[in-house]
């Protein structure tokens, strides 16, 4: 495993291509500042052939002066490599499919071509000085004697590494380790892992390469992306830090303040369920775990809700038990006898069955009144 993991975001270029988001000008700045602040590497910041606003927030995410590098997108064409370089940007990815589906089908060319395009691609951008990535798109449907040829040529024509991209989504992390750990060995080039959601281990898959000795990693905040997205950010860097051992110093703490961000940003809302930053990741309802959780967090928690920037929350409701309720009213200075913990808890559950939800703190408060006034 390679101890120098370079952390690419794309949530304003992979992220912004999912369908029915856009961002505008100011939210890109202000995703740019905050993924530098989190400490990514690099940020690829969005396709600067597309010219108007696009071509503006990537020259104005350049003037910012960050410490990450900061990636312009290109087809492998010069034109788009030379709307790139006006934008001033210090790295550039070189996209171009490698899979015979593509080459047949879409760009409806031929092997040869594809190599040759990319090479001239490469070899305009190096004379230029800029760092380039070269994207194997449809990588993981890609013959792989031919991905292994396409990289070393890649390599010669001064590409700095590989952008392995599950286009679709098809890897699992078996496969990946044993593909990626093959084009290290024979093509000797960094690789990036650029991995998508479609079967739900787009962060397993990213994973694996890294052990595989993938060098970089291709993340978006949220996991926004494509259909079902990206590898999420939040989860490769607290993977990577409580999983792998591989702590890469990232302001983790505000993971859930940036998340909001771009979840608000897109338009796309952030599911309570949303592992890492999702309210529910420190909400704890169910008796036994409640009671756990309160005697020592780590009982039911790996890290602290604060590492991210979220709280613990005890939920009463159906499947509570007396040390929650208990530990509510201690919270409000209450301190009950174990005969009214039970005859709270009674009504809480016929209220939470009847009401098909947890309750609310104030109605856990009336509760109480309510027994009070009866023994009155
Ligand atoms: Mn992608």
């Given at each position: 495993m390679s101890k120098h993991l370079t952390i690419v975001d794309t949530t304003l270029r992979d992220g912004e291509q999912t369908a029915g988001v856009v961002f505008s000008n100011q939210e890109k700045l202000r995703i740019a500042r905050l993924l530098d602040e989190l400490g990514v590497h690099q940020i690829e910041a969005g396709i600067p052939v597309m010219g108007g606003d696009e071509q503006q927030a990537i020259q104005d995410i350049v003037k910012l002066g960050l410490k990450a590098s900061i990636m312009g997108w290109n087809r492998a064409v010069i034109s788009d490599i030379e709307a790139s370089l006006a934008c001033g940007v210090d790295a550039v990815a070189i996209s171009i499919s490698t899979s015979d589906i593509h080459i047949e089908h879409k760009l409806m060319t031929t092997r040869g071509a594809v190599l040759e395009r990319m090479v001239k691609a490469t070899e305009f951008a190096k004379k230029h000085g800029v760092y380039i990535s070269v994207n194997a798109e449809d990588a993981s449907r890609t013959d792989m004697d031919f991905l292994i040829d396409f990289a070393r040529e890649a390599k010669n024509a001064g590409a700095d590494r590989l952008r392995y991209c599950d286009t679709v989504g098809i890897l699992e992390p078996f496969t990946t380790y044993d593909r990626i750990k093959i084009l290290i060995e024979k093509a000797g080039i960094d690789v990036e892992m650029h991995t998508h959601n479609d079967f739900g281990m787009a962060t397993a898959n990213a994973l694996a390469g890294v052990k595989a000795g993938a060098t970089h990693v291709g993340v978006t905040v949220n996991g926004l992306?494509?259909?079902?997205?990206?590898?999420?950010l939040e989860e490769v860097i607290m993977a990577l830090k409580?999983?792998?051992?591989?702590?890469?110093?990232?302001?983790?703490?505000?993971f859930r303040e940036v998340s909001e961000y771009v979840a608000r940003a897109s338009g796309r809302f952030l599911p309570?369920?949303?592992?890492?930053?999702?309210?529910?990741?420190?909400a704890h309802e169910s008796g036994i775990h409640a009671d756990g959780a309160l005697k020592n967090p780590l009982t039911y928690e790996v890290f602290k809700p604060e590492d991210v920037g979220l709280e613990r929350q005890i939920v009463v409701g159906k499947h509570s038990g007396t040390a929650a309720i208990k530990a509510k009213f201690t919270e409000y200075g209450k301190e009950l006898t174990a005969a009214e913990a039970d005859e709270i808890l009674k009504r809480v559950r016929a209220l939470a069955v009847d009401m098909k939800r947890s309750l609310f703190d104030k109605e856990l408060v009336y509760i109480y009144e309510d027994m009070q006034a009866k023994r009155g």
């Open positions: 992306g494509e259909r079902a997205g990206n590898a999420a409580l999983l792998l051992d591989t702590d890469l110093n990232f302001a983790t703490e505000r309570v369920w949303k592992a890492i930053v999702g309210t529910n990741m420190f």
